[in-house]
């Protein structure tokens, strides 16, 4: 009786070893746990800290943007900063204008392509500044989230004359 009992509880050890031994660790290498990130200080970046964008005109977005794995998603807010608020992640200040009630602030929020399997990439996003808004304070802020979902924002404060 001993015998089969102990047989009994070979074969269970025996098998739940080898459930163990086959049951692998992730790779740490293979997780991705870094953040993209966003890159404002290149030489074509646009907008940067404190610039300065005129009503009724265009100008193209120089988004420089790079994950360790790859991207996924791109997009860019702007809004009033009439209030004072604060979204920047920069160090440096920019003057403000007075606290202003808004009436025709502009408002656009705009999703930007990355191409499938980039670990870099430049967007380049034409943009409209309608010339009916309120001049004055705003934001333009920059989300970029990885294919893993980890996501950064940069926040730029910039005027619009």
Known sequence: MKRKQWIKNWLVASVALAAIA???????????????????????SFPKQ??????????????????????????????HNFDHHSH??????????????????????KSISVPAGQTKYV?????????????????FLIRITDKEGWQTIKGLSIKIK
Do not use: W
């Not at 049951?23 to 074509?44: F, H, L, R, W």
């Not at 920047?88 to 929020?109: A, K």
């Not at 967007?123 to 934001?139: L, N, R, T, V």
């Open 22 to 44: 086959s049951c692998s660790k992730k790779d740490s290498s293979i997780v991705d746990t870094e953040y993209p990130s966003i890159d404002v200080s290149a030489s074509n």
């Open 50 to 79: 404190c610039s300065e964008i005129q009503r009724g005109q265009k100008f193209i977005a120089m988004i420089h943007v790079s994950d360790n794995k790859e991207l996924g998603s791109l997009n860019v807010d702007i809004h």
């Open 88 to 109: 920047s992640t920069e160090v440096n200040d920019c003057s403000l204008n007075p606290v202003q009630t808004p009436v025709n602030p502009l408002v656009l929020i």
């Open 123 to 139: 967007a380049q996003q034409e943009i409209e500044i309608p010339a009916d808004i309120d001049p004055g304070d705003y934001h």
